[in-house]
Every structure is written in structure tokens, then in C-alpha cells.
């Protein structure tokens, strides 16, 4: 780990250009009165103070976040105590379950914002409160572009449910209780009370989905503190967790610790290693690509393969696993999955956090007491636990999460010893969830246990947003006879607390002329495991010609955008493998330190 340079003098903190420039008295006075108007002295906001911002992603519209509207007291008394002022102020809200057409499509609406505040405001840094699954990306990725001192504190899963002895987690339970309600088993009101029961407190999703995913992965990317992810919402810890992370980012400040000293390369193949270890969500990929073409680092879902495809599953948490964030955080969390990935070599245990101090310096030894919720490396839940990334005339990149591949889909698709790894099969084609649902029980359709079934129009500019959609069950006479997965194949997401090993992410989507949209139902296409290919069982001839017919009818129709931000990101963004982005956005790297303060306002 390279030596972090001098401590920065209070004349080094860029909020003194706004509030105490004497070179210039006339815009100093003009930004310092307005911030006294609701009580703050002078003596705060020119006594050499770093100026934090808290950016409050909680809101009623956000309810998997709200509990930090309590939460940044607690953070806002660590920066006092450590000497600096804090300044919380609002983040567009983003709402997995609550936003439509998706909330996906609000990742980058609330990163472009998130980017004005804190380039253009007098911040010397920023604690950064995330939670459900697209606030994590949106606000570091905004850190990443700025780069200004920034901490990451999550808002911590909820308590876990229970509905008659048994747990009941968040978005897991309502795949299995669909199957239940589709098989005749609960009628609609007992549906809606079991996955009632999975949300028992505030906090976000209490399974391994894309919300814990995310939170464990920044702490594993080194921008929150050491064991913070894990802590439910509720529980005393999480308030702790918030005052120190309060007082971390002004000593922050003074070391000008910034994102790109910590986020750097082998950071992110930490967190790939991570993620398979701890079962992570699907739409890790998409996210942390992302975060990494914001801070300048390279990085595919080849790599995500690479690096990750042979790295055990060690946690025994739904959706992979057996139980929920309260047993995982009294395992030990994060810190204890670090641990024995350390052991194992496979972290790099150099790698700078926001502490100060490496990840190896922060986790070595720390293992589990626990080995039932957290297993040891030589004794895992399942070898091989990462993601495959498959190519071929159907796609140039989509994933496949290994770790909830389950015995039954396994044995249906996967164990021809003539074939080992692979399977074949007619495919029903439904563009977009609406025709979906109108179509899977329609007996026409032939639908069998050989059956694979392809979304389309669920991508970044075909839903527009990519929706979770991909995650879709068999037609509810499949599921009476036992049969509760069919391969599934999209250009959109699925929700990280799904257990479907679905292939997902299609890039390019259909709607950017990759390869779905030349399928028609009745077609036949090969999976293969072993060779990471995805291929359409046709001629290349009649691919020409079905290619030179979908041009010329203008390409693949999707719906029409419905709102000015819909058309403007359409317009501009990149496919989910490349992390869809915003193309024109990642060009603007450490923009704090490239362009320097902005120019005044008067």
C-alpha cells in the first residue's frame, strides 16, 4: 500500500472559496449571508471547518431508505465531533418496488444530479447514505466523477420475516409464493399477507438481493467502514455505524483520501471475488461496471468471469442459501467472507480503504464463529459460484448466475453425459412482461419442460431502463406437475433475491438490433455451459435475411418514451454490459481536481 501524502492545511479546503476568500469579498460575503439565514454563525462557516455534505437519499417515496432521515442525525453529530459542518441536503429518490416503468431508469438521473451538488456546492466531502439497490450505484458514481472525499454508509436490511415459523425474505419469498398462487395452493389475500410478512421493520432487503449486494460490495471496494453493510436498520450498531462514519470523512478530509486512491483496480477484482463468495445479486455487473468506467478503470464481464467464475459460495443466505441478514451480520458479515478469501489468497489484501488502511489490515482473521451461515473456503456451499459470461449469435454478453442453479434444473438441462453442460430447445418469444402474462398459460403455445422462454424489449432503451422482468416462471400447468423453472433468457434484469438461474443482460438488447429480435417462436437455440456460447440453431443465410427484413422495418418497435428523461437517456445510453451508462458522461473523470472550483455565480 503506497504511503498516503501530508495532512491538508484548513487554507487547502475548497468550501474557503465560497466562505472566506479574502481575495474576493465581494462573492464571499455574497455566499457566506445566505447560509446564516437559518441559524449557522459565521464562526462555523470561516473557523477553518470542512463543510461535509450528507446526501439523504431517504424519503417517504423511498421507504427502503427513510430510516436514514434518523440515521443522519447520527451522522451529522460524528462530523461535529470531529470538527467539521454538516450539510444534508436531498438525492432524487429512487425506489425499487414504488418507481415505474423501473427504478433502473432513475440510476442515472440521480448520478447526473448528485454530480452538480457535488462539484458545484462548497463540499470538502461527503458521506453518501445508500441503501436500495440503485442509490449505491447512483452515489458512487457521482463520487467517482467528482471525486471529492467520499464514505458510503447503507441504510442496513430490515429484520427478518417470518410467516409461520418460517423466514420469509424479502423478493425471495414472492417468486415462492407465486409458484404457491399459480399451483392453486393460496388463494390472492394469503398471497399478499406471506409476502407482507418479509418486510418487517425498515431497512432494505434482508436476502442477498441487488440492495445487500451492492452495500457489501462497497464495503468491499473499500468505501464504507469495515463490517457496516451488514447491520440490520434497526439495530443499535447502525446508528454507531453512522456516527463514525460521521467522523471518518472529516479526518478523510484532512488526509484528501478521494475515491480514485481508493477505488482503484485491484479494488474492483476484490469485489468481483466478494460478490461470488457472498452469492451477489445479477445486477452486480451492470453496476460496478459502471462504477469502474466512472473512475477510469477497466473493467468487462469477461473480467467478472475470469476472476470470479471459481470462487466458492461461502454465504448460506437466501436466495443461494437458507437464512437471512440477522444471521448473516451475527456471523460476522462482510469482514468474515474478507477473511477467508484472504486466507484462501485470493484478496488482494493491499488495497486502500476509507479507513486509512487496507482491506487486509482491516479483515485478516476475522473469521466467522459461525460456519453454518458463513462457511470456510475448503468447505463451501457450492465450488464455482461466480458468473459465466455467454456469447454468440444471440448475444454479444449475457449472464448466468451458477450459484442458484438448482437440483432440479440441473438434472432437467444440465446432466446429458452425451452432452454434459448444455441443452437445446424450442423458444416462445414474448416482447415485454405485458404480453408475458397475457400469453403463459395459453396452451397454444406448447409450452413443456424443454421449453425456453426469451424476453425482449426489457433492455436500457427498449423498456426504456432494463425492468427486472427476465425472472419468469412456467405456465401454471408446468407448475402443478412439479416443474417450477424453465431456462430464461432476456435483454433485461432480474431481481437479485430471485433464484432462477436465468440468462440475463442481453447486450445489445433487441431494441439495438442484437440477435433476440431475429427470434420467432418455434425457433431452436443452444446453450452451452462449457463453452460459454448462446447460439440461434439456424442458417447464417436466414439470419441475413431475417437481419435484412428487421431493417427494413425500422428496426425492433418498442413503446414509445413518455417522458423527457425516457427520450434524453434513450438517446445516450450504453448497453447494460458496458454498465449503461450515459456515453457523453464518462468522459468527465476527477472533475474536482481536472476543472478545479467552478466559476462564481455572479
Known amino acids: ?59 417517504d417515496l423511498s421507504p427502503c431508505n427513510r430510516h436514514h432521515l434518523e440515521l443522519a442525525k447520527r451522522v451529522r453529530d460524528g462530523i461535529t465531533a470531529a470538527g467539521g459542518v454538516a450539510f444534508e441536503f436531498p438525492c432524487h429518490p429512487i425506489q425499487e418496488t414504488g418507481k415505474r416503468p423501473t427504478a433502473c431508469l432513475d440510476r442515472n438521473l440521480a448520478y447526473l444530479s448528485l454530480v452538480e451538488v457535488l ?3 462548497p463540499l470538502d466531502g461527503v458521506v453518501l447514505l445508500t441503501g436500495c439497490d440503485k442509490t449505491m450505484p447512483a452515489c458512487l458514481m457521482a463520487a467517482a466523477t467528482v471525486n471529492i472525499p467520499a464514505i458510503s454508509l447503507n441504510v442496513g436490511p430490515m429484520l427478518n420475516g417470518w410467516h409461520h415459523g418460517e423466514r420469509t425474505g424479502s423478493g425471495t419469498i414472492v ?24 418486510a418487517p421493520s425498515v431497512g432494505h432487503c434482508n436476502t442477498m438481493g441487488t440492495a445487500s449486494t451492492m452495500n457489501a460490495l462497497a464495503e468491499a471496494l473499500g468505501m464504507s467502514l469495515p463490517g457496516s453493510a ?22 478523510m478530509v484532512w488526509e484528501d483520501l478521494k475515491p480514485s486512491d481508493i477505488m482503484t483496480r485491484e479494488a474492483f477484482e476484490n469485489v468481483i471475488v466478494a460478490n461470488a463468495a457472498i452469492g451477489g445479486s445479477t445486477n452486480a455487473p451492470i453496476h460496478i461496471n459502471a462504477i469502474a468506467k466512472h473512475i477510469g478503470v477497466p473493467l468487462t464481464n469477461d473480467d467478472w468471469e475470469r ?23 451475527r456471523a460476522g458479515g462482510l469482514p468474515a467472507v474478507i477473511a477467508e478469501l484472504i486466507g484462501a489468497g485470493k484478496i488482494h489484501e493491499d488495497a486502500l480503504t476509507c479507513t486509512g488502511t487496507s482491506i487486509g489490515e482491516n479483515c485478516k482473521g476475522k473469521f466467522t464463529w459461525d460456519h453454518d451461515v458463513i462457511r470456510s473456503y475448503d468447505n463451501p456451499l457450492k465450488e464455482n459460484a461466480g458468473f459465466l459470461n455467454l456469447k454468440g449469435t444471440l448475444f454479444d454478453s449475457a449472464i448466468m448466475k451458477t450459484s442458484v442453479i438448482s437440483q432440479e434444473f440441473q438434472e432437467r438441462y444440465l446432466n446429458n453425459p452425451d452432452d454434459p453442460n448444455a441443452f437445446e430447445g424450442r423458444v416462445v418469444v414474448f416482447d415485454g412482461p405485458e404480453d408475458y402474462h397475457h400469453r403463459i398459460d395459453d396452451p397454444s403455445l406448447n409450452i413443456d419442460e424443454h421449453t425456453i422462454l426469451i424476453m425482449r424489449g426489457a433492455g436500457p432503451i427498449g423498456y426504456p431502463g432494463a425492468a427486472e422482468v427476465v425472472n419468469m416462471q412456467p405456465p401454471g400447468s408446468l407448475i402443478r406437475r412439479g416443474v417450477l423453472s424453465l431456462p430464461c433468457i432476456g435483454d433485461g434484469r432480474q431481481s437479485g433475491t430471485s433464484g432462477t438461474p436465468s ?14 429480435a431475429l427470434l420467432q417462436t418455434g425457433d431452436r437455440i443452444r446453450i452451452d455451459l462449457n463453452k460459454r456460447t448462446a447460439d440461434i440453431l439456424l442458417p447464417a443465410g436466414e439470419l441475413e435475411k431475417r437481419r435484412a427484413d428487421l431493417e427494413a422495418r ?41 476543472f478545479g472550483v467552478p466559476r462564481d455565480n455572479h
Not at 236 to 251: C, H, S
Not at 307 to 329: D, H, M, R, S, T
Open 175 to 198: 417468486w415462492k409464493a407465486r409458484e404457491r398462487h399459480a399451483a392453486g395452493d393460496i388463494d390472492y389475500q394469503q398471497f399478499i399477507d406471506i409476502v407482507g410478512s418479509s
Open 1 to 59: 500500500m503506497a504511503d498516503r501524502p501530508h495532512r491538508r492545511s484548513p487554507d487547502q479546503l475548497r468550501s474557503r472559496l465560497w466562505f472566506d476568500n479574502p481575495d474576493n469579498p465581494g462573492m464571499t460575503a455574497l455566499y457566506l449571508e445566505r447560509y446564516l439565514n437559518f441559524g449557522l454563525t459565521g464562526k462555523e462557516l470561516q473557523g477553518r471547518k470542512p463543510i461535509i455534505g450528507i446526501a439523504q437519499t431517504g424519503s
Open 230 to 251: 451488514a447491520i440490520p436498520a434497526p439495530y443499535r450498531e447502525r446508528g454507531q455505524m453512522a456516527y463514525e462514519t460521521g467522523r471518518r470523512i472529516v479526518e
Open 307 to 329: 476472476i470470479g467464475f471459481e470462487i466458492p459460495l461461502l454465504v448460506n443466505v437466501q436466495p443461494a442459501g437458507e437464512y437471512l441478514g440477522e444471521e448473516y451480520f
Open 119 to 121: 462539484y458545484g456546492y
Open 503 to 516: 440468462i440475463l443482460n442481453a447486450s445489445p438488447e433487441a431494441a439495438a438490433d442484437g440477435g433476440l
Open 554 to 594: 425500422g428496426g425492433y418497435a418498442y413503446p414509445a418514451s413518455q417522458t423527457p428523461w425516457q427520450e434524453i437517456q434513450r438517446s445516450m445510453v450504453d448497453q447494460l454490459s458496458e454498465g449503461m451508462t450515459l456515453k457523453p458522461a464518462v468522459k468527465y473523470q476527477k472533475v474536482a481536481q481536472t
